[in-house]
């Protein structure tokens, strides 16, 4: 058995390809679409890899992150398999790469209009924390009938029980239109997704669903019109051991034996760039 | 300086060589043929066929090789291969009222149109290791004669109806309302343990319907292709498969009536068979469809558990920091 | 002689199931109390169901003003007309009221289920109610498992009214209350009934509540409506045999 260009064959691509369109064309809609079988298990990012292995070409460059490291084994598996199937170049630059596949996390590098970004879902229905049915859920996004939501957010600011929306995979709405999930990537990086120059592409191969951002789209996280978005930055002074930057998003590296907390940029790359500075 | 979590290309290539390693084991033992497995091993063979979607017994037997007999991973390689092959079209249904059974029993009919068949079961075993086995030649056992001359004269155990072209649930997005051959389709594609245990809870359920084995049939049973182009139909082969016919009575006043369920599974898979048609009845009887379909996947089940194995530190970290901010809020 | 305003809703020959109901009329008018008032059995909450826009009837129709079939609307239609124009108070809080989420939040949210977006506007009519229906603001946060009865009943109210409906339906909205706690419930209802004009249809099994608050009773039985009066002369001259089982029952 041979294996094709990016391991799927032709009629597979092409129907990715269809969907893809179909999304760009509905912001912010999930599409039903077919994620073929792929050799990685559902969960460790096949929607992503079903997106990317359809759009690539012979000279595309790739960067695959995971939490925006280049360097995890998670990353390095994905860059690996299309390395083989597709004989590409990859790339760990942004400015490089004409196709980006993340997961958990929004590039912070500079992102420009030839690129396409393509996320890892693993829940594309952002209804479905407050409906158990498909049907209901798919029903609610045909009217943006989205008071629920609201009513969610009112609850965390008034319940004595704090119910609250995690601190990821915060809903946005698109184009004031569709409710979407930007993915488990952090609260802060939601503002990222807004007004991007660059294609953004959302797979979800188990749940059998893509969406999309076309260029320049109006993403907003959901917030109440007298109070704004907190993207939840934190205000403890943490700093990248690395690079030593403060604004950036940090992973908790380690707790010395003092009780003090160390952090370290999440995104790679940047946090390379400002140490070489 | 902490350079986080590199080296990954090296530390994968390392792994797959431990992995490899692993399978193997001690050297000093004879390596498995896959013609062993496919001959000996033949209930994880069956199953991975039917879960894997394929019937293939020695790609079967090769994922269970590779995949050290774990049945979840064989039929995960089996998938994923099965994805890159071409589709050809669709057979026409199978007739199973003309399988030549291994076995066919019944839990509702004391007569059976020719004879309740035990066949290969383990149902009247008893359960003490064999001792015997750990040896090397086990005695072959010669079968009874005249089995062979049971006239194939069953019931014809019908799947759904109503449908001219099946669904096929792979190029096809799992969306409402489910059609009768997408239901089939999942259910048969379904993890064996995920539909045994709906199906038992579904028994201890109160005033769930306990449904019956009408018929239970294993055998070998042909396919055909139907050839547009030239009109005609065309046998391709034989396949082996298990079908299991069952009923619920439904009680509903004027409108009682017995609720028929159905499962199937290539080869001798009988746990499957009756799991899947328990269930289906139950579907019938207003289980709810997509709680049953959009989770009974073994291979999607086990990938989304496995993912969170992934490092999940910005959402870990979003909730700590939740949870310390709502404690602090106390 | 005066002239009446169009009714509100009309629901004209309407039936249900092989018994349940059968040829059932009514009309609501604006600013009206109508107690729907039989025995258990008798259709009553069927036909209030399908009054609210909640149960498609077999037969019949719910006509708004202008000739607007309530269930020959699109669903999404009939939905969003549900969530602006009525308000539904059921027999079982559990059934209205999210037990999950905040008395506040189960209250604001008939407003962002119409749109509302703003968090300032929304708390504040969720205090004006919660002061409305006399409950302690303090409790605000907690969530409806742990007020009584009686207050869970207010807060079903509460979330019934804060969107300013044109009708505010009631299914036996004091069963399981102490006597005290009913009067109490009834008084306030009639106080809301005054202040907002919102017309009500009132589902009741007890002619002393209907005497209370309604301007006009019907009486169910066997799934048909039998007879319709005011409440007082009902009382005094109840005419047909189930009227007259129903005013006995008061004693």
């Known amino acids: 058995m041979t294996e094709t260009f990016a391991y799927l064959d032709e009629d597979s691509k092409r129907a990715v390809r269809r969907t893809i369109l179909k999304a760009l064309a509905v912001p912010g809609y999930q599409v039903p679409f077919i994620a073929p079988e792929m050799p990685i298990a559902y969960g460790w990012g096949v929607g992503g890899m079903v997106v990317t292995a359809s759009l690539l070409g012979a000279d595309d460059r790739l960067k695959v992150t995971d939490h925006g490291s280049d360097e ?22 942004t400015r490089e790469a004409t196709i980006v596949q993340v997961r958990q996390r929004v590039p912070e590098a500079e992102l420009v209009e030839r690129q396409v970004v393509v996320y890892q879902v693993p829940r594309p229905d952002p209804l479905r924390a407050f409906v158990d049915s498909a049907v209901e ?3 609610m996004h045909a009217h943006a009938d989205y008071g629920r939501v609201y009513t969610r957010l009112f609850e965390e600011k008034t319940g ?8 990821y995979d915060y809903p946005v709405l698109v184009q004031g239109r569709y409710l979407m999930s930007p993915s488990p990537v952090p609260k802060r990086d939601n503002v990222r997704l807004n007004d991007c120059p660059a294609i953004q592409i959302f797979g979800a191969a188990r749940e059998r669903r893509l969406y999309a951002l076309p ?27 690395v690079c030593g930057c403060g604004e950036s998003h940090l992973d908790h590296l380690l707790l010395r034996d003092d009780g003090m907390s160390e952090w370290v940029c999440s995104d790679t790359e940047c946090c390379a760039e400002r140490a070489d500075a | 300086m902490y350079v986080p979590v590199k080296g990954g290309e090296a530390a994968i290539a390392e792994s797959r060589k431990a992995l490899a390693r692993a399978r193997r084991g001690d050297p000093a033992v004879p390596e498995l043929t896959v013609a062993q497995i496919r001959e000996q091993m033949r209930g994880a063979v069956d199953r991975v066929m039917t879960e894997g979607a394929l019937y293939d017994r020695d790609l079967a037997a090769l994922a269970l090789k590779q995949a050290q007999g774990d049945v979840a991973e064989a039929t995960f390689l089996l998938r994923a291969h099965r994805a890159m092959l071409r589709r050809m079209g669709h057979s026409e249904p199978l007739d199973l009222s003309a399988i030549r059974p291994d076995r066919h029993i019944s839990a509702t009919a004391k007569e059976l149109p020719g004879g309740q068949i035990l066949g290969a079961t383990c149902d009247y075993t008893h359960r003490l290791l064999d001792f015997s086995l750990m040896g090397k030649a086990a005695p072959f056992p010669e079968a009874a004669s005249g089995l062979d001359d049971m006239p194939p004269d069953f019931p014809r155990a019908k799947g759904e109806e109503g449908e001219d072209e099946p669904v096929d649930i792979t ?40 449904p019956y084995v009408e018929d239970l049939v294993a055998g070998e049973v042909e396919v055909s292709v139907a050839l547009e182009d030239i009109g005609l139909t065309v ?25 028929p369920g159905f499962g199937v599974a290539f080869g001798c898979n009988e746990r499957k068979a009756v799991a899947m048609a328990a269930v289906d009845q139950a579907l019938k009887s207003g289980l709810d469809s997509e709680l049953v379909l959009a989770h009974a996947d073994g291979v999607e089940a086990g990938g989304y558990v496995s993912h969170l194995k992934l490092p999940h530190y910005s959402d870990f970290q979003a909730d700590l920091e939740t949870i310390r901010r709502l404690a602090a809020d106390d | 002689m005066l002239e009446l305003p169009p009714p509100l809703l009309t629901l004209d020959g309407v039936s249900h199931g092989p018994r349940t109901l059968h040829d059932a009329s009514l009309s609501l008018y604006p600013g009206e109390v109508l107690c729907l008032v039989g025995k258990s059995g008798a259709g009553k909450s069927t036909l209030l169901r399908i009054a609210a826009g909640l149960l498609p009837p077999g037969k019949g129709r719910a006509l708004l003003p202008g000739g607007v079939s309530l269930y020959e609307l699109p669903e999404q239609v009939l939905v969003s007309l549900r969530r602006r124009r009525f308000g539904f108070v059921a027999q079982d809080a559990g059934d209205t009221l999210d037990m999950a989420a905040s008395a506040a939040a189960n209250i604001a949210q008939p ?9 300032g506007r929304a708390l504040a009519a969720a205090r004006r109610w919660f002061a409305a229906l006399d409950l302690d603001a303090a409790r605000l946060g907690d969530r409806p498992g742990v007020f009584s009865g009686g207050m869970r009943q207010r807060l079903q109210i509460a979330r019934a009214l804060v969107h300013g409906p044109e009708i505010l339906f009631l299914d036996e909205p004091t069963n399981g209350l102490d006597t005290a706690a009913q009067a109490r419930l009834l008084t306030l209802l009639s106080d809301l009934q005054r202040c907002t004009g919102v017309a009500m249809l009132l589902v009741t099994h007890d002619l002393r509540i209907a005497r209370l608050i309604a301007h006009r009773v019907l009486v169910l039985e066997a799934g048909g409506v039998v007879e319709e009066a005011p409440p007082d002369r009902l009382i005094a001259d109840p005419r047909h045999p189930a009227a007259r089982d129903l005013v006995a029952a008061m004693i």
């Open chain 1, 137 to 139: 859920a798919a029903r």
């Open chain 1, 160 to 167: 004595s029980h704090g119910a609250v929306q995690p601190g």
């Open chain 2, 171 to 210: 190029r096809v997005p799992l969306r409402p309302p489910y059609g009768p051959s997408e239901t089939l389709g999942h259910l048969v594609r379904g993890e064996e343990g995920f539909l045994t245990g709906l199906a038992y809870t579904r028994l201890r359920t109160a005033g769930a319907a306990h």
């Open chain 3, 111 to 119: 407003l962002f289920d119409n749109g509302e977006r703003h968090f």
């Open chain 1, 72 to 93: 995890t084994v998670n990353a390095v598996n994905i860059r690996a398999f299309f390395t083989r199937t597709a004989g590409i170049g990859t790339t760990t630059r």
């Open chain 1, 215 to 241: 260029p320049y789209t109006r993403v907003e996280s959901i917030a109440f019109e007298d109070v704004p978005f907190d993207p939840g930055l934190p205000e403890d002074g943490r700093r990248c051991v």
């Open chain 2, 235 to 259: 046998s391709i082969g034989d396949i082996e498969l298990t079908a299991c016919r069952m009923v619920a009575p439904v009680l509903d006043g004027p409108r009682s009536h017995l609720s």
